[in-house]
T-cell receptor, first 111, second 115 residues
Framework: GNSVTQMEGPVTLSEEAFLTINCTYT??????LFWYVQYPGEGLQLLLK?????DKGSNKGFEATYRKETTSFHLEKGSVQVSDSAVYFC??????????FGAGTTVTVRA | DTGVSQNPRHKITKRGQNVTFRCDPI?????LYWYRQTLGQGPEFLTY????????KSRLLSDRFSAERPKGSFSTLEIQRTEQGDSAMYLC?????????????FGPGTRLTVL
């Protein structure tokens, strides 16, 4: 089936540390891939996306590259801030309209 | 900028009661989706509308659940004879099929607690 598996949390980091959250997918065809973020007390927000192999999505200092050969879409940020504390969800879009989400990774950044 | 809105934000009900949630999508978005999110999990797809037509229902949606989107604008999700297992966050999203890939924009959700 079409699904994503993402790194389990929680992840706790110090400010300015490097963040990586692993995400791998299983899909038929070539789905679009997304990272959504859920800040405390808020709804899901799109963080970045990539629609084809080797595409790199980027936003707010976060990056993720669509790797077909490893079926991965890992999220990275070079220097995290306290304000990056949130739950991060990897997702793939299949059948043109259906999002399949990972379980989410909780990230806490300490000052 | 008006995003997706959902009402109510919180609903507490007793088992066996009926509840109805409303979603107002971003203006001119022709696609509307419902998802359910339980604690510690990612959202799961429930159903999808293109304009007023409901094009798919997940097997997660038992016959106690019904969704409508009259006139292709707002949508309602009704749960009849609620059960404790229905307790979850119900998320609505909308999108516009303008490019080859849809981007879904989510509302804040309605948190349902069934006692």
């Amino acid at each position: 089936g079409n699904s994503v598996t993402q790194m389990e949390g929680p992840v706790t980091l110090s400010e300015e540390a490097f963040l990586t959250i692993n995400c791998t997918y299983t899909a038929t065809g070539y789905p679009s891939l997304f990272w959504y973020v859920q800040y405390p007390g808020e709804g899901l927000q799109l963080l970045l996306k990539a629609t084809k192999a080797d595409d790199k999505g980027s936003n707010k200092g976060f990056e993720a590259t669509y790797r077909k050969e490893t079926t991965s879409f890992h999220l990275e940020k070079g220097s995290v801030q306290v304000s990056d504390s949130a739950v991060y969800f990897c997702a793939l879009l299949f059948n043109d309209y259906k999002l399949s989400f990972g379980a989410g990774t909780t990230v806490t950044v300490r000052a | 900028d008006t995003g997706v809105s959902q009402n109510p934000r919180h609903k507490i009900t007793k088992r066996g009661q009926n509840v109805t949630f409303r979603c107002d999508p971003i203006s001119e978005h022709n696609r509307l989706y419902w998802y359910r999110q339980t604690l510690g999990q990612g959202p799961e797809f429930l159903t999808y509308f293109q304009n007023e037509a409901q094009l798919e229902k997940s097997r997660l949606l038992s016959d106690r659940f019904s969704a409508e989107r009259p006139k292709g604008s707002f949508s309602t999700l009704e749960i009849q004879r609620t059960e404790q297992g229905d307790s979850a966050m119900y998320l609505c999203a909308s999108s516009a099929r303008l490019q080859s890939t849809d981007t879904q924009y989510f509302g804040p959700g309605t948190r349902l607690t069934v006692l």
